[in-house]
């Protein structure tokens, strides 16, 4: 007998979809295919030489510690660490209790469904967010409610309306999830209006905030914007994820959250039946890293990289995408992508077929979306690539807007009997 394993599974497991984004970049694997689709950090910028000497000293020194389990709380010296890293920036009331070490960034966001989410909560996010954080909530089967990014970040007049209609419902959501710094995928940082008024609308309603900060140290134009952390002032409104990932190393899988006591107790417990602790072997590394003090210089240098690698994106798309024909993109100030606005008759979802063929990739727009719309659109990554990618790469994709403009026009033509 084989056994119906669907009939076996929890509701929220059969809640699970399969990453749309999964399935096509199994599709830009090819080695012919130029890749702006994934998010990854350059690897010219892992600092391997630093690392295989402290990985030497910690085997010698502390081999009893590093490869034993450890605290689920976190190292205690790494953390000690990240309180100097957090102070430096305006974050004076930090102190090691305000902070959990996690498996990086994507184990804290199914920490935040584990912790808030009961089936049917609302969730705020934006329209579009990050496909992994839709992901976790979507698992702890949250109602997702979208609200629009303008340039300077959340709609927050359209934001307010939301609220009046969810509070008549009682539906007031926990929390709410935003990306403040160099957006993923639009690119966009949230002005210090915004932010100012989304801090407020959450102590009027009693929501928190859950500010995901990947880029917030990759800003490459323009003056930084305090954090929501930094606004909150200790008040506990602000629950902020940082991860090692982009200014680091992202295989290490290390990130650490920063919150209230009391909340951060609570994922503690949560963190628990998950993974005992996050590795203490690559904590033992980070902690020595940012104790040489290399983690600003590290940080500075990916800036250098980065910002030549978006600056020639943007210069690239201006030369090959066709003008006057309302394709638009993000300009950001930081982070590691930019998000590409097509006519809303020309569907990038279908564009991708024609751009896999053209051997280059991007991720369609339209995985962002929790509302099902956002098919004209697309996020390039702009890290990863070399100089000679991104010119070849923007070039063909230029090549199949300006075909699928024609495209358009020819049938619309045709419709129109001309
Ligand atoms: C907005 C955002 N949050 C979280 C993550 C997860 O990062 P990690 O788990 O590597 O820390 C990413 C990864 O790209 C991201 O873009």
């Known amino acids: 007998m084989s056994l119906d394993f669907e009939a076996l599974y929890s ?15 199994k599709l830009t694997n090819k080695p012919e295919i130029i890749s702006f689709a994934g998010g990854l950090p350059a690897p010219c910028t892992f600092p391997v030489e630093d690392i295989k000497e402290i990985v030497g000293k910690v085997l010698d020194q502390e081999y009893m510690k590093a490869l034993q389990y450890g605290a689920t709380e976190g190292d205690v010296g790494l953390k000690e660490e990240l309180v100097k890293f957090l102070k430096e920036r305006n974050i004076p009331w930090i102190t090691p209790d305000h902070l959990l070490i996690t498996t990086a960034s994507q184990q804290a966001l199914d920490m935040v469904g584990k912790v ?4 049917g909560d609302s969730v705020i996010v934006g329209l579009p967010s990050y496909i992994g954080a839709l992901g976790a909530f979507n698992a702890y089967r949250a109602n997702l409610i979208g609200i629009p990014l303008l340039l300077d970040g959340m709609d927050v007049a359209y934001f307010k309306k939301t609220l009046k209609e969810l509070n008549l419902k009682k539906k007031i959501p926990k929390f709410v999830y935003v990306i403040p710094d160099f957006q993923n995928p639009a690119g966009i940082t949230f002005s210090l209006k915004t932010r ?5 609308l959450a102590h009027e309603y009693g929501f928190i905030i859950i500010e995901d900060a990947p880029y917030r140290e990759l800003r490459y134009n323009g003056k930084a914007v305090p954090s929501l952390l930094e606004l909150d002032k200790g008040e506990g409104m602000v629950l902020t994820l940082f991860t090692f990932s982009k200014i680091f190393i992202p295989g290490f899988r290390l990130g650490w959250i920063a919150g209230h006591p009391d909340l951060i107790s609570k994922f503690v417990i949560a963190k628990q039946s998950m993974d005992l602790c996050t590795p203490p072997f690559t904590q033992c590394i980070a902690r020595e890293y940012l104790k040489k003090g290399e983690i600003n210089n590290r940080i500075r240098d990916n800036i250098a990289l980065y910002k030549v690698k978006k600056d020639l994106m943007l210069e690239c798309l201006d030369k090959e995408m066709p003008k006057n024909a309302g394709v638009t993109w993000t300009k950001p100030e930081g982070g590691l992508f930019l998000f590409t606005y097509l006519p809303e008759s020309i569907s990038a979802d279908e564009m991708f077929h024609d751009a896999i063929k053209e051997n280059v ?3 369609i727009g339209s995985a962002f979306y929790c509302n099902g719309k956002g098919h004209n659109t697309f996020r390039l990554n702009f890290s990863y690539p070399s100089h000679q990618e991104i010119r070849e790469g923007i070039k063909r994709l230029g090549n199949c807007v300006k075909k699928k403009l024609t495209g358009t026009k020819r049938s619309a033509s045709a419709c129109q009997g001309d």
């Open 11 to 25: 509701k929220n497991a059969q809640n699970l979809k399969k990453s749309v984004i999964r399935e096509l970049l």
């Open 196 to 200: 100012k008024e989304l801090l407020s």
């Open 116 to 119: 808030f989410i009961d089936p």
């Open 361 to 363: 990739a991007y991720v």
